[in-house]
């Protein structure tokens, strides 16, 4: 897999980076919609460390970006984009983070409650058992069995879809397993929220209200700790706002003004 690909002629002033860890290709919707406004580029995240992927997102971004880049990023992407922005503020001119993971830890914890009371009875008693066996150190073949999940977990990230279709290539669990555990350490101990002091740009939060990751995870800390930021709350709008009836059409208003 190439670790980018180009929307447009060039050059490249903005960047979006797909969510998982280990979905690449997911947010390629939004990218094509928006290179009739600015060319782009869709970063692909392979590497197995949360290290490993910020030095490839900063390498992809300085060997094909025009820098400093306008830098989106979706759902775990959010996450990877404001590591990367702190470490390496020369690289980005502003920040989007769309429908990003709460930044504290106690709003964390309803995420997959809520996720899985959205199901049906038989939905939900398939993704507990999904949930048992990815936990399985001895359970093999987890790539099919998060993509699994991963469909279940769509109908409840939703408000009202005009396609659950994803356009992600497949799966990694190695990339999930690999990147996520060592963020959410992170996001415990609070460095992520302290990377905040070293972020320079400005910073842009869109998020639906419908998203099972509570608006408030990201609005509230991070209006707390960084001087220039603005959220914007999408109304009827669940976690990927572009395949909302509702919100889509806003969603991609706001984000073309942004960029």
């Known amino acids: 897999m190439r670790p980018v690909r180009q929307w447009g002629p060039g ?22 919609d928006l290179s009739q406004v600015k060319c782009m580029l869709e970063p ?38 404001w590591m990367l922005t702190a470490r390496y503020p020369a690289l980005v001119s502003k920040l989007i983070l769309v429908s990003s993971p709460p930044f504290e830890e ?4 309803s995420v997959t409650k809520t996720r899985l ?5 038989a939905e939900r008693a398939e993704a507990q058992a999904l949930l048992g066996q990815i936990d399985n150190p001895s359970t093999p073949n987890k790539d099919a069995l998060l993509g699994r999940l991963g469909c279940l977990l769509a109908h409840a990230d939703a408000f009202d879809p005009i396609t659950l279709e994803n356009e992600a290539f497949h799966c990694q669990y190695d990339i999930f397993k690999g990147v ?21 740009c400005p910073v842009v939060a869109i998020h639906g209200d419908y ?6 995870g990201v609005k509230d800390p991070l209006t707390r700790e960084l001087s220039d930021f603005r959220f914007i709350l999408l109304k009827k ?23």
């Open 106 to 109: 106690h709003y964390a914890a």
């Open 211 to 216: 998203d099972p990751h509570p608006a408030e």
């Open 44 to 81: 692909f995240q392979t590497e197995t460390t949360l290290e490993g992927q910020i030095q490839e997102l900063r390498s992809v971004l300085a060997d094909h970006g025009k820098v400093p880049v306008t830098l989106i990023g979706f759902s775990w992407g959010a996450f990877l984009s």
């Open 237 to 259: 709008c669940g976690h990927r706002p572009w395949i909302e009836r509702y919100a889509n059409e806003e969603f991609f208003e706001t984000l073309a003004k942004e960029i």
């Open 11 to 32: 050059p490249y002033p903005v960047a979006i980076i797909h969510g998982g860890p280990g979905a690449p290709g997911e947010v390629a919707h939004v990218a094509r």
């Open 117 to 121: 009371d959205r199901l049906k009875a």
């Open 180 to 200: 996520w555990d060592e963020a959410a350490e992170q996001r415990r101990s609070l460095i992520l929220l302290r990377m905040a002091h070293s972020i320079k």
